[in-house]
């Protein structure tokens, strides 16, 4: 939440010194026709794998351990993108697209910069709210960063014979980045990085949390645990020293108690 919350303050920040020159050239905007309703879609697609990921975490055994990983890779990924977000504005990739009026003189003040945000921050910073009419959070797409990280989550803690919900997830995430490309919504460099940077921190993360060799800071060898978040790693996973079973239980008690009660029928009645 805190990491959301401050991509909307840096997009807030930068929305004056985005530069007010024609979109960059770029390769699949060339080859795809334009459609701005598509990113409409690739919302609400992107909102449905979410909640996919959320309902999945819900009913999985091991609730919160999954839970504070999301939190932690949601976190990281959201802290690169402010930053890389406050380093690079470029010109907006859907000349048609609407953005506010940029404050100037004695109304561009801390207080309206702050207010500005706490208003994309009420609409979830997305577009199908009406509220997100900021531009230049471009580099890198933070609606891939969710499509990606839902989908690997999906995959990941769900049994493998559940192919069916493995190839529909991967569909709606792959359906979701090219809907955000033919709207314009985002260049095709953003979403590539966004790929490239999402995978790379989920399978890192996962590597080191299921080989509880690869936790020895003292090593020389492990190059791994150079990574500016190392040490954060180490106290969220401390208790930890293997991969997390694909096990599924109810949340509440109520539930637990249905099904086993259903369980003892069925062996009394065979």
Aim: with cysteine; aromatic share 14%; proline share 5%.
């Amino acid at each position: 939440m805190t990491a959301a919350v401050c991509n909307d303050l840096v997009l807030s920040f930068i929305h004056e010194k985005v530069p007010q020159e024609p979109p960059l050239p770029d390769a699949v905007f060339a080859h795809t026709p334009y459609i701005p309703w598509a990113l409409t879609v690739s919302e609400y697609l992107m909102l449905a794998s979410f909640t996919c990921m959320l309902a999945l975490t819900v009913i999985h055994r091991h609730r919160w351990i999954i839970l504070r990983r999301i939190a932690v890779i949601g976190s990281l990924l959201y802290f690169g993108r402010c930053l890389t977000m406050l380093v690079t504005q470029v010109p907006i990739a859907d000349p048609n697209y609407y953005c506010s009026p940029r404050l100037s003189g004695a109304d561009y003040t801390l207080t309206n910069i702050v207010l500005r945000a706490m208003r994309i921050v009420s609409g979830a910073g997305l577009m199908i709210n009406g509220k997100h009419t900021l531009c230049g959070d471009y580099i890198y797409s933070g609606h891939t960063i969710v499509l990606v990280t839902s989908c690997l989550f999906i995959t990941e803690y769900s049994p493998r014979r559940w192919k069916s919900l493995h190839f529909f997830s991967i569909m709606v995430s792959a359906a979701g980045v090219v809907l955000l490309l033919i709207s314009r919504a985002h260049y095709t460099i953003d979403v590539i990085i966004s790929y490239w940077i999402s995978t790379r921190v989920f399978w890192t993360y996962h590597t080191l949390a299921a080989f509880p060799s690869l936790r020895n800071v003292s090593s020389h060898y492990n190059h791994l645990s150079k990574f500016y978040w190392y040490r954060l790693f180490l106290f969220m996973e401390g208790n930890l020293h293997r991969p997390v079973p694909r096990r599924f239980d109810w949340p509440f008690r109520r539930m637990r108690f249905g099904t086993h009660l259903l369980a003892i029928c069925k062996t009394n009645l065979s």
